[in-house]
């Protein structure tokens, strides 16, 4: 087709409402200017002559347009095989969600019809003593490592969708790590910019002369925009790492980072590690500092874990996995809403290990409102809901040690006993109001054993003790930072039931990300132009 016809409609136009149909289309044009070429390349044509040419130019470029649009049509098919069957998960995961909060409710008012909430301080034991268990074995020392005769090349890949203001100090960080071989850089770092309509691109743009290791991908509609798993697999294929990290934007790491964490990969074994976490605005306010303490006792049980069966799970930022592992698993499922769990249990289930290291870190950015931590951690437990939904089975059936096999389960089914806590709080405030104002009266009966009432309400304090001595804390910040993430906590209640709302409601999947802020000083970079579509670096 020609740009110029007659008529009203031009090529590109008509090119336009023609590919809707899935027909492909190759422009023969004398038109070359860059407006009208920009303006061309829109309808994203399979070809695009500059007249005169020959007909062995015509001949191949019609070849090469049939045999992409084949492909295309390829991939059309398993997207939307793909799609069907979310889908069908979706409809399970959705009764399964329904099943449990039915289950409780039917528990609860059971409960309330015979004045007896005894079997509830029974199943509010078992993770009391679950917590407790892994609270002393963490106490333990994890395997050693061994160092590579040759480190391995390393890709490090940061997705990134409007993060002006983080971005440019996430890139020099990871740009800056001290990882050479034979004295020369030993690791490439691969920016996604996912189709920000900030300037993203602008930032990065300045960096590409300061750090020849650092490649751009600019991703543009209508290929941007769909999910943080497809973006890692775009960058996925042009890596040249044996291993592959992934970073959030907002991410800060010491310069010996992948010296530290690379040797835990020195294993056939192992096929994925996790750092720790801590945020780096963690004096901001008592919510990001109630984070960092949550960070640091999630990695004092991913530790416990690690000893027991190396049962650890790789995070959104600081995890590293062998790219050979990442490819058996089908790689990031672009579909689950957190994709970094989902490539963990499909690398367990196939009998891998997964490692944790406590010795290195990642500094991110804590949300600092409310309404943000809410919005993340609704993301997260819809992820653990949907793992355990869609694997939960193939968990139990799969090669997996015991160990590896209890930390999975515990891991994924975290948030699903939420409801009975929030009515055991219930039946204890009931029971006190009863006892103190109106002569000893028991509202709801709870006739276990002292020692599993007290383990029961109690078990989470021996963990929160062991991480923050660990981190070496003083009397008085170590009496205020478990007493305090006690009282934290208490948000995982009505986190439970936005939850189950938004997994009974929601229609499709999305990349529901986390804003971060960064700076100040962030701000007053001067824009530079970064060309659509291009891909930058060697």
Aim: glycine share 8%; aromatic share 12%.
């Amino acid at each position: 087709m020609d740009i110029n016809l007659k008529g009203n409609v031009d090529g590109i136009e008509a090119a336009d409402d023609i590919s809707e149909m899935g027909i492909p289309i190759i422009f023969l044009t004398a038109n070359t200017d860059d407006f009208t070429t920009f303006e061309a390349l829109k309808t994203i044509p399979y070809g695009y002559l500059s007249k005169p040419y020959t007909i062995k130019d015509l001949q191949l470029t019609i070849g090469m347009a049939l045999k992409k649009h084949e492909e295309d049509v390829k991939t059309i098919i398993k997207t939307e095989n793909k799609v069907s069957e979310k889908n069908k998960e979706l409809i399970i995961e959705k009764t399964d969600v329904a099943i449990i909060l039915v289950f409780s409710l039917i528990l609860i008012f059971e409960s309330i019809f015979q004045r007896n909430a005894t079997w509830l301080q029974w199943i509010l034991f078992i993770p009391s003593a679950i917590m407790i268990f892994l609270a002393l074995v963490s106490l333990k020392t994890p395997d050693p490592v061994e160092e590579w005769e040759i480190p391995p090349f390393v890709t490090l890949i940061v997705p990134a969708h409007n993060e002006e203001h983080t971005i440019a100090e996430t890139a020099t960080s990871l740009a800056s790590i001290d990882y050479y071989y034979n004295g020369e850089i030993n690791y490439e770092l691969i920016v996604c910019n996912d189709g920000s309509e900030d300037r993203t691109g602008e930032e990065l743009a300045k960096l590409k002369d300061k750090f020849p290791h650092l490649r751009i991908i600019t991703r543009v509609p209508p290929r941007s925009g769909k999910g943080k798993g497809f973006v890692l697999n775009d960058a996925l294929e042009i890596s040249r790492g044996e291993i592959v990290g992934v970073f959030d934007a907002d991410a800060k790491v010491d310069p010996d980072f992948l010296s530290i964490i690379i040797p835990y990969l020195n294993d056939p074994d192992v096929q994925g590690v996790q750092s720790r976490i801590k945020m780096y605005n963690k004096d901001e306010n008592w919510l990001t500092h109630m984070q960092h303490v949550e960070l640091a006792g999630f990695g004092n049980i991913v530790r416990a874990k690690d000893i027991l069966g190396k049962a650890g799970f790789l995070g959104g930022n600081g995890q590293l996995v062998k790219k050979d592992a990442i490819y058996d698993g089908g790689g990031w499922d672009g579909f689950a809403i957190t994709e970094d769990l989902n490539l963990s249990v499909k690398l367990m289930i196939e009998g891998s290990a997964i490692r944790y290291c406590g010795e290195t870190w990642v500094y991110q950015e804590a949300v600092p409102t409310w309404r943000q931590l809410f919005r993340q951690r609704a993301r997260w437990a819809i992820g653990n809901f949907e793992t355990l939904f869609i694997y939960g089975t193939k968990i139990i059936k799969s090669p997996m040690p015991v160990f590896r096999m209890f930390g999975v389960l515990e891991h994924v089914a975290f948030y699903g006993l939420n409801m009975l806590v929030f009515f055991g709080f219930i039946v204890f405030a009931l029971n006190l109001i009863g006892w103190v104002f109106f002569d000893h009266v028991t509202v709801l009966r709870m006739d276990a054993p002292l020692i599993v009432g007290i383990l029961s309400a109690f078990g989470f304090f021996p963990g929160a003790v062991i991480t923050l001595t660990r981190d070496k804390v003083g009397f008085f910040e170590l009496i205020y930072g478990v007493i305090g993430y006690w009282l934290y906590c208490f948000h995982l209640i009505p986190l439970f039931f936005i939850t189950v709302y938004q997994m009974l409601t929601r229609k499709e999947r999305t990349w529901a990300k986390t804003v971060h802020t960064g700076d100040d000083e962030m701000d007053g970079i001067v824009n530079e132009d970064i060309p659509i579509g291009e891909i930058e670096g060697k």
